[in-house]
């Protein structure tokens, strides 16, 4: 059972994100929260596998919540899921900045949010198809977040491996990747294991951070 605390400042808002995941049969609310101070204490104590973060709350906000759950520095990271109803550049990086695994928006399909949650909890990233690109790309051009590891890609990746992480750039899941490349999505899985660790980063998210950074992925365009 994947354990769960929703942090949202809208009361109906809330009792909705609370009713959505805990319909789904693999997922349990342990808690909810309605402003970023109640999120961090409830986190702490609760220990979810993930938090589903507002970003526009009262005291704290959602990104300052994510940085002290997620941030450089933190000993045990939790799984951050963003969720908010702005696409604004400053709101993506501010959430990815402070140490957001995923980054949703709140007009998603539940069944998509749902998918998000299990894919943090199983340790990889998730951001919205429409923003993967244009973030990703932003970030690195502006430099914004610390660097991963730079090399050639043909230094560290298998050629199928490059194949991943390129799919990994436009956003697709795991099953989307092994639908591409016509494979199980258990090697797919099997792959990631294996190219996290060269690119000395800890997500999915990351490595498509990487795939622009060490100039894989084009920024522009």
Same mark, same amino acid.
């Given at each position: =059972?994947?354990?769960?605390?929703?942090?949202? &400042?809208?009361?109906?808002?809330?009792?909705?994100?609370?009713?959505?995941? /805990?319909?789904?049969?693999?997922?349990?609310?342990?808690?909810?929260?309605?402003?970023? &101070?109640?999120?961090?204490?409830?986190?702490?104590?609760?220990?979810?596998?993930?938090?589903? =973060? &507002?970003?526009? =709350?009262? +005291? +704290?906000?959602?990104?300052?919540?994510?940085?002290?759950?997620?941030?450089?520095?933190?000993? @045990?990271? =939790?799984?951050? !899921?963003? !969720?908010?109803?702005?696409?604004?550049?400053?709101?993506?990086?501010?959430?990815?900045?402070?140490?957001?695994?995923?980054?949703?928006?709140? &007009?998603?399909?539940?069944?998509?949010?749902?998918?998000?949650?299990?894919?943090?909890?199983?340790?990889?990233?998730?951001?919205?198809? +429409?923003?993967?690109?244009?973030?990703?790309?932003?970030?690195?051009?502006?430099?914004?977040?610390?660097?991963?590891?730079?090399?050639?890609?043909?230094?560290?990746?298998?050629?199928?491996?490059?194949?991943?992480?390129?799919?990994?750039?436009?956003?697709?899941?795991? @099953?989307?990747?092994?639908?591409? !490349? *016509?494979?199980?999505?258990?090697? *797919?899985?099997?792959?990631?294991?294996?190219?996290?660790?060269? !690119? /000395? *980063?800890?997500?999915?998210?990351?490595?498509?951070?990487?795939?622009?950074?060490?100039?894989?992925?084009?920024?522009?365009?």
């Amino acid at each position: =059972m994947i354990r769960v605390l929703v942090a949202e &400042d809208q009361p109906l808002a809330r009792a909705g994100l609370v009713a959505l995941l /805990g319909a789904e049969p693999d997922l349990e609310v342990v808690g909810s929260a309605a402003d970023g &101070d109640e999120a961090v204490r409830l986190a702490r104590e609760l220990r979810p596998d993930v938090v589903c =973060m &507002d970003v526009r =709350m009262p +005291t +704290t906000d959602g990104i300052a919540a994510t940085r002290a759950l997620a941030g450089p520095g933190v000993e @045990e990271p =939790m799984a951050v !899921l963003v !969720l908010t109803t702005f696409d604004l550049d400053d709101y993506v990086f501010g959430a990815l900045e402070a140490g957001a695994a995923g980054y949703l928006l709140k &007009d998603s399909e539940p069944a998509v949010v749902a998918d998000a949650v299990r894919s943090l909890a199983d340790g990889n990233g998730m951001l919205d198809r +429409t923003l993967t690109r244009r973030v990703v790309g932003e970030l690195v051009a502006r430099r914004r977040l610390r660097p991963v590891v730079l090399a050639r890609p043909s230094d560290l990746l298998t050629p199928r491996e490059t194949e991943i992480v390129l799919l990994l750039a436009q956003g697709m899941s795991n @099953e989307e990747i092994a639908a591409q !490349l *016509v494979v199980e999505v258990s090697t *797919v899985k099997s792959h990631l294991a294996r190219i996290l660790p060269k !690119l /000395g *980063v800890g997500s999915r998210l990351q490595a498509a951070v990487w795939a622009y950074q060490s100039g894989l992925v084009e920024t522009t365009g």
